[in-house]
């Protein structure tokens, strides 16, 4: 996917849209990925302190074959802003890099940030703590999800730049 965009270009274009179909997500995010911009269709995961979904997602395909050829995804994951719990670190970033996911964000807590910086994958979170999760393979996925109160669906598409994160109901780049 072409990562020539803003999102404030995004926006300014978008501005006069009450529709509901372009959001913008709440300025909380962190950037903790080795790459800084970048955009894809959205598969999500709701868990709770318990990453056995996120892991699921990011050892499967992070891309989609389309007529424009093959097309990096983002995973969105409610995990409810939690602080006390790490839903991702390196070794799931790790995984996400290898299998072609664009980048992740996170409504939670990440860890292993030095492995993070470095991954070829764009990250996104509230904040860094070194506890991990419990595994007891609770959650749901690709369900619309409510991200600091704004809603994300699977398949929607998310856009992530220094500046901040949107989300359309269609491409917009």
Same mark, same amino acid.
């Given at each position: 996917?072409?990562?020539?965009?803003?999102?404030?270009?995004?926006?300014?274009?978008?501005?006069?849209?009450?529709?509901?179909?372009?959001?913008?997500?709440?300025?909380?995010?962190?950037?903790?990925?080795?790459?800084?911009?970048?955009?894809?269709?959205?598969?999500?995961?709701?868990?709770?302190?318990?990453?056995?979904?996120?892991?699921?997602?990011?050892?499967?395909?992070?891309?989609?074959?389309?007529?424009?050829?093959?097309?990096?995804?983002?995973?969105?994951?409610?995990?409810?802003?939690?602080?006390?719990?790490?839903?991702?670190?390196?070794?799931?970033?790790?995984?996400?890099?290898?299998?072609?996911?664009?980048?992740?964000?996170?409504?939670?807590? @990440? %860890?292993?940030? #030095?492995? *993070?910086?470095?991954?070829?994958? &764009? /990250?996104?979170?509230? =904040?860094?703590?070194?506890?991990?999760?419990?595994?007891?393979?609770?959650?749901?996925?690709?369900?619309?999800?409510?991200?600091?109160?704004?809603? @994300? %669906?699977?398949? #929607?598409? *998310?856009?992530?730049?220094?500046? &901040? /994160?949107?989300?359309? =109901?269609?491409?917009?780049?």
């Amino acid at each position: 996917m072409n990562v020539d965009f803003s999102t404030c270009d995004l926006c300014d274009a978008q501005k006069a849209d009450f529709s509901g179909i372009f959001r913008v997500l709440a300025p909380v995010f962190r950037d903790f990925g080795g790459v800084k911009k970048f955009c894809g269709p959205v598969e999500t995961v709701k868990c709770f302190e318990d990453n056995s979904l996120v892991k699921a997602a990011v050892d499967s395909p992070g891309w989609l074959e389309t007529s424009a050829g093959r097309v990096a995804k983002v995973l969105v994951v409610d995990g409810g802003g939690s602080l006390r719990k790490a839903l991702l670190g390196g070794n799931l970033v790790a995984a996400a890099s290898r299998n072609g996911w664009a980048g992740m964000v996170v409504d939670g807590c @990440v %860890r292993d940030l #030095e492995e *993070l910086g470095k991954a070829n994958v &764009g /990250i996104r979170a509230l =904040a860094s703590i070194p506890m991990p999760t419990d595994k007891r393979n609770e959650g749901q996925s690709q369900i619309p999800v409510q991200i600091q109160g704004t809603w @994300v %669906r699977p398949g #929607e598409w *998310l856009y992530a730049d220094a500046d &901040g /994160i949107v989300v359309s =109901a269609n491409p917009l780049s």
